[in-house]
């Protein structure tokens, strides 16, 4: 994939996968959709074959505090609305153990931006509009299911907001790789 994401890095020594939801290392996958991989509590605002959780974000994750160790979530904060982040962010960090590791995936509006400016029709991943344009614009909605931007300035913003967050050691980095290998 061309996206850049980004993350919340802390320490991620262990690789440790179980898909017994009473092991000692539990992995939260949230806003799964078909993407329901072994070793992980698959959550999803709609049921369906792997998924193990049904919860929309907005009202909360029916889970103990400090119930994960480790949580995924793939271009799902960007379908919430601007002022759901925090709240969801803060839930989010409530079902988090302590130390436990946060990755966000999210879609980096200045980077499209910059790949719309140089006219780079390869950066985009929808080839349905024969302009950049069309295809810049399509892709930042994602057929409208988009509803919160992200450039890393907002993002940090939005860290800084969660107390919780910024007592514990970590900075925002690009990276490209495969978010279940943890």
């Given at each position: 994939s061309r996206r850049r994401h980004t993350r919340?890095?802390?320490?991620?020594?262990?690789?440790v996968c179980s898909s017994d939801l009473s092991s000692a290392v539990r992995r939260l996958h949230l806003g799964c959709g078909s993407v329901t991989p072994a070793g992980w509590v698959n959550a999803d605002?709609?049921?369906?074959?792997?998924?193990?959780?049904?919860a929309d974000?907005?009202?909360?994750i029916p889970v103990a505090d400090a119930s994960f160790d480790y949580i995924v979530s793939i271009h799902?904060?960007?379908?919430?609305?601007?002022?759901?982040?925090v709240p969801v962010l803060q839930e989010i960090r409530r079902?988090?153990?302590p130390g436990g590791v946060v990755r966000l995936s999210l879609p980096d509006l200045d980077i499209n931006i910059r790949?719309?400016?140089?006219?780079?029709?390869?950066h985009f991943e929808l080839y349905q509009w024969d302009s950049v344009a069309g295809n810049f614009i399509t892709q930042i909605l994602w057929h409208s299911t988009i509803h919160c931007l992200y450039t890393k300035d907002f993002i940090e913003e939005i860290l800084k907001k969660l107390t919780l967050f910024i007592r514990e050691n970590f900075h925002l980095k690009s990276f490209n790789v495969r978010l279940f290998n943890i």
């Open positions: 919340l890095q802390g320490d991620w020594s262990s690789d605002i709609f049921a369906g074959p792997g998924i193990d959780l049904v974000l907005r009202k909360g799902v904060l960007c379908e919430l609305g601007v002022w759901d982040q079902v988090l153990k790949e719309y400016q140089k006219r780079n029709q390869s």
